[in-house]
């Protein structure tokens, strides 16, 4: 019985792990909306990362463009930043919260490049259906782009540590719980001593 009662703390104090390591992760996500990107983070819950440091760096050379702190709802925003315009350099967005978590976010400058705008020239009554087509395919595609690599990023997911060890704890309760009732004496029996 006292080998049971160890077992389980073991296997208890081991799923547990799991967990607190899980609630402090940060899940960040970015996207562009005409020249600014507008940065949120969270941990695990949807609880805000409240004025968590951000750094937005060019990915390519590693140099930072900008620093700022989220506000108390995980939001950073800010104006892209004319050398990465001119440099079309992809973003990498590094979020730092309490105790040294951390979590990055790339934003390809093809997402924040398309020009949205029709220039001042052009009227909307000199273009033809296939041009608006095509202004409305592209930003179409700048805007959903980021909500589709977040889907296809959930759907690629593979079990985690807390799914695994979830499993292997189930398994070893099945067994505890096969060799208790194989070794159980029904009450009222003798042993053969």
Request: with cysteine; aromatic share 6%.
């Amino acid at each position: 019985m006292a080998f049971m009662r160890t077992l389980f703390l073991l296997l208890s104090t081991l799923l547990l792990l799991p967990i607190q390591a899980e609630a402090h992760k940060i899940h960040v996500f970015a996207w562009s909306s005409g020249d600014t990107i507008t940065v949120e983070s969270s941990f695990s819950g949807n609880k805000p990362l409240l004025h968590g440091k951000i750094i937005v760096k060019n990915n390519r050379s590693g140099s930072i463009l900008l620093q700022g702190n989220g506000d108390d709802k995980g939001i950073f925003s800010f104006t892209i930043p004319p050398e990465a315009k001119a440099q079309k350099a992809d973003l990498l967005i590094v979020v730092s919260g309490s105790e040294g978590h951390q979590s990055e976010w790339l934003v390809p400058a093809t997402e924040y490049l398309l020009d949205r705008t029709i220039s001042k020239t052009d009227h909307l009554a000199n273009i033809n259906t296939t041009e608006l087509q095509a202004i409305i395919r592209e930003t179409l595609e700048q805007e959903l782009g980021p909500i589709k690599r977040s889907l296809a990023e959930c759907k690629q997911q593979k079990p985690g540590f807390h799914d695994i060890m979830g499993g292997i704890g189930y398994l070893l309760g099945l067994a505890g719980l096969t060799a208790w009732l194989k070794n159980r004496k029904p009450k009222g029996h003798k042993s053969d001593d």
